[in-house]
């Protein structure tokens, strides 16, 4: 009899078995080439040919026979367990080192599991290989060939030295197994997907085109700022010979950074061998403008070298090819979001961790190093150092702010609170020069935090100015100062859902070209890398970082005749408790009495300084203890480190599908034809999430109704025309300040 791995349906009603044998050895060869890159070879290879031991069984073999298609070995209640019984093999033939394969071969299916029972589901590994002898006894059974049995693989010593950094070297090293395993499914089951893998354009392929097209943009240098942003440029450049390590890029705002480290990235990988440059960006407005810069970068190539994976890609933008990319990220350039890079990097679902062993030998440009949370700097700073020092990763820390990540910061008793990255490369010529140099604003502070300003005072000012931005630190600040500026006036919040949002930045930039009237009221989504450029700019106290940003948005290419204005003022209330209130107090510290220009690098030193020292803890969840704690016991909480890593707390959010535009059209189709992946894609661009209190009050009063697991607008009235979605209730949850 033929084992069969999987089973597969031709049209003609015929079945194919992909012989579990052939399976075995392909996902051995495949892991062990990826697990080449961060020098563990042996270890893939030897997890791919036990990973699918338990299929040996002849209840397994009788499940398949009457089951087809892909799912079909995807262990699910009513089916029959497999993988428990390779990662019993494991512990059982290599000691110690067969353990740490037992968490690969466990979870390649269910994801990598807690060693101990936890907070998170699921059964914990030490429960699992004591209960599960008799799953293994039948895969030997059922004629198990000594070449997999007992292969002549040598499972070298693992290349990190330290217990603590043990989870991040067997998270990389399942991401080799679980990726073989899904391309050489998928190969077999010739779904399509694997002719859609690969052909991108090598890194000197897009190098050349990037040197093509900045030579046009910088044919004509007519301003003082292209200027500096060619001399940017060319540093950059220069420094990409450089060893792989730690690299800064200290730039003020509107100074190139963008192009920029794009420019060095392509140079470096391309004389260190790297294989892919990976931007990560803390929103998804910001995502979607730098991806339009660089498919613009890359316009002649015959096949688009840039993916996108965030969730809130317009389908527009979106191939099958480059759908099946973001499975493991093995296109040349990705762009993605801080939640999905860090995120993944503590992750525990296969199909979450895939993509990481690509991350290795890579560039990664973490852009706006400001926005990462300081609540989570202990795990993101950790899993920084570990790409850096293990998996030849170049990490570039990109911002007109940098938020001092090289330091290492202790308490009173010099008990290590936060361990930093140590000392980075500066890219850039001398940024206090440049800051010097790219000054074309004028800051005004209130005179004290006492010095309040009521919101009919600053919409008075505000209708002082044709055009004029006003950035402020609430959604319902937004909205209330909104409605007392003259009609025409403009609003940006998370209230909106992202194709609004896009339409009316679209709208922005038009009134801005032709020097119509505009007046505009945001919360700080329009901040990082909006591209706006104002001659008059409020901003309401905020962490200086904020302040810097929102001073981005004027006169940012330096075409006024005199300096742009920028007024920050003190809104009727301070912020609410939490990181808000303690970035403005930290800004408030530095600036009040503080002589010369607010906007420098020394001025952020001391901000985040005063800001990271208020902070009450680093790891806020204590990822770094879960599994850290027994890890030199070979016990780690995989699981529950993974359920506790969230960057952004749901608090119970749910998006809500809203008509405008053409989300009406588009909700009517889901309603009637159910949900497909196409719609879906184009459906995230008309959510907006709500927090648990709002969706609910707004459901029992019948303004939204459920189809099936999803919320819809069902009011016309609740969806405005310029603030978006109304629920009607303060926003309260602390999320709900920031954007």
Same mark, same amino acid.
């Given at each position: 009899?033929?084992?069969?791995?999987?089973?597969?349906?031709?049209?003609?009603?015929?079945?194919?078995?992909?012989?579990?044998?052939?399976?075995?050895?392909?996902?051995?060869?495949?892991?062990?080439?990826?697990?080449?890159?961060?020098?563990?070879?042996?270890?893939?290879?030897?997890?791919?040919?036990?990973?699918?031991?338990?299929?040996?069984?002849?209840?397994?073999?009788?499940?398949?026979?009457?089951?087809?298609?892909?799912?079909?070995?995807?262990?699910?209640?009513?089916?029959?367990?497999?993988?428990?019984?390779?990662?019993?093999?494991?512990?059982?033939?290599?000691?110690?080192?067969?353990?740490?394969?037992?968490?690969?071969?466990?979870?390649?299916?269910?994801?990598?599991?807690?060693?101990?029972?936890?907070?998170?589901?699921?059964?914990?590994?030490?429960?699992?290989?004591?209960?599960?002898?008799?799953?293994?006894?039948?895969?030997?059974?059922?004629?198990?060939?000594?070449?997999?049995?007992?292969?002549?693989?040598?499972?070298?010593?693992?290349?990190?030295?330290?217990?603590?950094?043990?989870?991040?070297?067997?998270?990389?090293?399942?991401?080799?197994?679980?990726?073989?395993?899904?391309?050489?499914?998928?190969?077999?089951?010739?779904?399509?997907?694997?002719?859609?893998?690969?052909?991108?354009?090598?890194?000197?392929?897009?190098?050349?085109?990037?040197?093509?097209?900045?030579?046009?943009?910088?044919?004509?240098?007519?301003?003082?700022?292209?200027?500096?942003?060619?001399?940017?440029?060319?540093?950059?450049?220069?420094?990409?010979?450089?060893?792989?390590?730690?690299?800064?890029?200290?730039?003020?705002?509107?100074?190139?950074?963008?192009?920029?480290?794009?420019?060095?990235?392509?140079?470096?990988?391309?004389?260190?061998?790297?294989?892919?440059?990976?931007?990560?960006?803390?929103?998804?407005?910001?995502?979607?403008?730098?991806?339009?810069?660089?498919?613009?970068?890359?316009?002649?190539?015959?096949?688009?070298?840039?993916?996108?994976?965030?969730?809130?890609?317009?389908?527009?933008?979106?191939?099958?090819?480059?759908?099946?990319?973001?499975?493991?990220?093995?296109?040349?350039?990705?762009?993605?979001?801080?939640?999905?890079?860090?995120?993944?990097?503590?992750?525990?679902?296969?199909?979450?961790?895939?993509?990481?062993?690509?991350?290795?030998?890579?560039?990664?440009?973490?852009?706006?190093?400001?926005?990462?949370?300081?609540?989570?700097?202990?795990? &993101?700073?950790?899993?920084? *150092?570990? =790409? $850096? %020092?293990?998996?030849? !990763?170049? +990490? /570039?820390?990109?911002?007109?702010?940098?938020?001092?990540?090289?330091?290492?910061?202790?308490?009173?008793?010099?008990?290590?609170?936060?361990?930093?990255?140590?000392?980075?490369?500066?890219?850039?010529?001398?940024?206090?020069?440049?800051?010097?140099?790219?000054?074309?604003?004028?800051?005004?502070?209130?005179?004290?935090?006492?010095?309040?300003?009521?919101?009919?005072?600053?919409?008075?000012?505000?209708?002082?100015?044709?055009?004029?931005?006003?950035?402020?630190?609430?959604?319902?600040?937004?909205?209330?100062?909104?409605?007392?500026?003259?009609?025409?006036?403009?609003?940006?919040?998370?209230?909106?859902?992202?194709?609004?949002?896009?339409?009316? &930045?679209?709208?922005?930039? *038009?009134? =801005? $070209? %032709?020097?119509?009237? !505009?007046? +505009? /009221?945001?919360?700080?989504?329009?901040?990082?890398?909006?591209?706006?450029?104002?001659?008059?700019?409020?901003?309401?106290?905020?962490?200086?970082?904020?302040?810097?940003?929102?001073?981005?948005?004027?006169?940012?290419?330096?075409?006024?005749?005199?300096?742009?204005?920028?007024?920050?003022?003190?809104?009727?209330?301070?912020?609410?408790?939490?990181?808000?209130?303690?970035?403005?107090?930290?800004?408030?510290?530095?600036?009040?009495?503080?002589?010369?220009?607010?906007?420098?690098?020394?001025?952020?030193?001391?901000?985040?300084?005063?800001?990271?020292?208020?902070?009450?803890?680093?790891?806020?969840?204590?990822?770094?203890?879960?599994?850290?704690?027994?890890?030199?016991?070979?016990?780690?909480?995989?699981?529950?480190?993974?359920?506790?890593?969230?960057?952004?707390?749901?608090?119970?959010?749910?998006?809500?599908?809203?008509?405008?535009?053409?989300?009406?059209?588009?909700?009517?189709?889901?309603?009637?034809?159910?949900?497909?992946?196409?719609?879906?894609?184009?459906?995230?661009?008309?959510?907006?999430?709500?927090?648990?209190?709002?969706?609910?009050?707004?459901?029992?009063?019948?303004?939204?109704?459920?189809?099936?697991?999803?919320?819809?607008?069902?009011?016309?009235?609740?969806?405005?025309?310029?603030?978006?979605?109304?629920?009607?209730?303060?926003?309260?949850?602390?999320?709900?300040?920031?954007?």
């Amino acid at each position: 009899m033929t084992l069969a791995a999987h089973v597969r349906q031709l049209d003609s009603g015929e079945f194919v078995i992909h012989q579990l044998d052939d399976h075995l050895f392909a996902v051995a060869r495949l892991a062990g080439r990826f697990a080449k890159s961060i020098e563990a070879a042996s270890w893939g290879e030897l997890a791919g040919v036990w990973h699918d031991l338990g299929k040996y069984q002849p209840a397994f073999q009788k499940y398949i026979a009457s089951a087809s298609g892909l799912e079909a070995h995807i262990e699910a209640p009513g089916r029959v367990k497999h993988a428990i019984a390779g990662a019993l093999h494991a512990a059982r033939e290599r000691g110690p080192y067969g353990q740490l394969l037992a968490y690969l071969i466990a979870g390649h299916h269910a994801g990598l599991p807690d060693w101990n029972p936890g907070q998170a589901p699921g059964a914990a590994l030490s429960q699992e290989l004591k209960n599960e002898a008799a799953t293994l006894a039948q895969a030997i059974a059922g004629g198990v060939p000594q070449a997999i049995l007992a292969p002549s693989i040598a499972l070298g010593s693992p290349t990190i030295r330290k217990s603590e950094d043990l989870h991040f070297w067997l998270r990389m090293l399942f991401s080799c197994l679980v990726d073989a395993d899904f391309l050489d499914t998928e190969a077999f089951m010739a779904d399509g997907r694997a002719e859609m893998r690969g052909g991108y354009p090598e890194i000197l392929v897009l190098r050349e085109a990037f040197e093509r097209h900045m030579a046009s943009r910088f044919a004509i240098a007519d301003t003082p700022v292209k200027r500096l942003r060619g001399e940017i440029l060319a540093r950059c450049i220069k420094h990409a010979a450089q060893p792989p390590g730690l690299f800064s890029l200290t730039v003020p705002t509107g100074g190139g950074k963008t192009l920029a480290s794009l420019g060095f990235a392509l140079h470096h990988a391309e004389q260190h061998g790297l294989r892919r440059v990976i931007y990560v960006i803390p929103y998804t407005s910001i995502i979607e403008q730098t991806a339009d810069v660089f498919r613009g970068v890359f316009d002649g190539l015959d096949a688009s070298p840039v993916i996108e994976h965030h969730s809130n890609i317009e389908a527009e933008n979106e191939t099958a090819r480059s759908r099946t990319a973001c499975e493991n990220w093995d296109a040349p350039i990705v762009v993605t979001t801080n939640v999905q890079f860090f995120e993944s990097l503590y992750a525990a679902r296969p199909s979450r961790c895939r993509k990481l062993h690509n991350i290795a030998n890579s560039v990664v440009v973490l852009d706006e190093a400001q926005l990462l949370p300081p609540e989570h700097l202990a795990p &993101i700073l950790d899993a920084l *150092r570990q =790409l $850096i %020092a293990h998996y030849r !990763v170049t +990490v /570039v820390l990109s911002t007109a702010t940098q938020p001092e990540l090289h330091k290492t910061r202790s308490d009173a008793f010099g008990r290590v609170l936060l361990q930093g990255l140590g000392e980075a490369r500066e890219l850039a010529p001398d940024p206090a020069r440049l800051y010097r140099d790219l000054e074309r604003v004028t800051v005004e502070l209130p005179e004290s935090p006492q010095q309040r300003c009521s919101w009919q005072t600053i919409a008075g000012e505000l209708a002082e100015h044709e055009r004029v931005l006003c950035i402020v630190n609430r959604r319902d600040d937004a909205a209330t100062l909104w409605g007392l500026l003259p009609e025409g006036a403009l609003h940006l919040s998370a209230r909106m859902c992202g194709a609004h949002r896009a339409e009316v &930045i679209a709208e922005i930039r *038009r009134r =801005l $070209i %032709a020097r119509e009237p !505009v007046r +505009v /009221v945001s919360t700080q989504l329009v901040e990082a890398g909006v591209d706006l450029d104002f001659p008059v700019v409020y901003r309401a106290m905020a962490g200086l970082d904020s302040i810097a940003q929102a001073a981005g948005r004027c006169n940012r290419e330096g075409r006024l005749p005199q300096k742009g204005r920028v007024v920050v003022f003190n809104p009727p209330q301070p912020s609410p408790s939490g990181l808000l209130l303690k970035a403005e107090q930290a800004a408030e510290i530095v600036l009040m009495g503080a002589a010369g220009e607010p906007l420098t690098p020394l001025q952020f030193e001391r901000y985040f300084d005063c800001f990271y020292g208020g902070v009450n803890s680093y790891d806020k969840e204590l990822v770094m203890e879960l599994l850290q704690r027994d890890a030199a016991l070979g016990q780690i909480q995989f699981r529950s480190a993974a359920q506790a890593f969230r960057l952004i707390p749901d608090e119970g959010q749910r998006p809500v599908m809203v008509t405008w535009g053409q989300g009406r059209s588009l909700v009517e189709l889901l309603k009637k034809t159910g949900p497909n992946r196409d719609l879906m894609r184009k459906l995230q661009r008309h959510t907006v999430s709500l927090h648990e209190y709002q969706w609910k009050l707004l459901l029992s009063r019948g303004d939204l109704e459920w189809h099936r697991d999803f919320l819809i607008q069902k009011s016309d009235v609740l969806y405005h025309s310029v603030l978006g979605l109304l629920p009607e209730v303060p926003d309260y949850a602390p999320s709900s300040l920031v954007v």
